[in-house]
């Protein structure tokens, strides 16, 4: 049998198959076996040549939307704003509706494997928090954020955002994820870095509640 020449071909038309079907079914009922049978005549050994699991399929999925629609590198083109206005920016973007927020929250249901949960708290460290970083020292640059702790500033932005705030991680009501919000506007002002404010809280908590619903 011939070598596939443009493997890079084979998965996109996996990963497509499978944004259809956990879009259209949910992660938890769609099978290894859906995914090949809706990547247009390609074989079971094509899909367990570039994944071994469905896990795997999932986390590349969330990485190739994160990358096709980066919210960081939008707002790098933004060379009007301060570093705190492109922070703000960044969360409500990083909430809007769409294809990479619903594929997320079906990745809280791969947690349950280590390896998934390790790629995920890599993910975050060695791509957003570096991210978060770089902005943080614009806005220390331009005077429009004050810190002397970039680096632990980024680390805990990312995890609150990203994990504490997430009610599939640390289930919440819709009042007490308000709440969170809130908190952390409050301990982000005073540790110089007025991250969030009324408005932006509203968008995010509606962006939130649009795609969970």
């Known amino acids: 049998m011939p070598r596939n020449k443009y493997p890079e071909e084979t998965v996109q038309k996996i990963l497509d198959a499978a944004?259809?079907?956990?879009?259209?079914?949910?992660?938890?009922?769609?099978?290894?076996?859906?995914?090949v049978e809706n990547m247009?005549?390609?074989?079971?050994?094509a899909f367990y040549h570039h994944f071994k699991s469905k896990e795997e399929v999932l986390d590349a999925l969330g990485d190739k939307l994160f990358f096709d629609n980066n919210p960081f590198e939008k707002v790098r083109k933004q060379t009007s704003l301060t570093g705190l206005e492109k922070l703000k920016l960044i969360l409500i973007l990083?909430?809007?509706?769409?294809?990479?927020?619903?594929?997320?929250?079906m990745s809280v249901q791969a947690l349950q494997s280590p390896a998934f949960l390790k790629k995920l708290i890599d993910n975050n460290r060695n791509i957003i928090e570096p991210f978060y970083q770089e902005i943080i020292e614009e806005g220390v640059a331009d005077g429009s954020i004050k810190t002397e702790?970039?680096?632990?500033?980024?680390?805990?932005?990312?995890?609150?955002?990203?994990?504490?705030?997430?009610?599939?991680?640390?289930?919440?009501?819709i009042k007490e994820n308000m709440d969170k919000l809130f908190f952390i506007k409050e301990i982000t002002e005073k540790m110089g870095i007025p991250l969030l404010d009324n408005e932006t809280i509203k968008i995010i908590m509606e962006n939130t509640t649009n795609i969970i619903s």
């Open 19 to 35: 944004l259809h079907l956990f879009l259209e079914k949910g992660y938890e009922q769609t099978t290894i076996l859906d995914i």
């Open 40 to 45: 247009g005549g390609m074989t079971r050994g």
């Open 94 to 105: 990083s909430t809007e509706s769409g294809d990479r927020n619903k594929i997320n929250i």
């Open 149 to 173: 702790y970039p680096k632990l500033l980024s680390q805990l932005i990312t995890f609150l955002t990203n994990f504490w705030t997430l009610p599939m991680i640390y289930p919440s009501s």
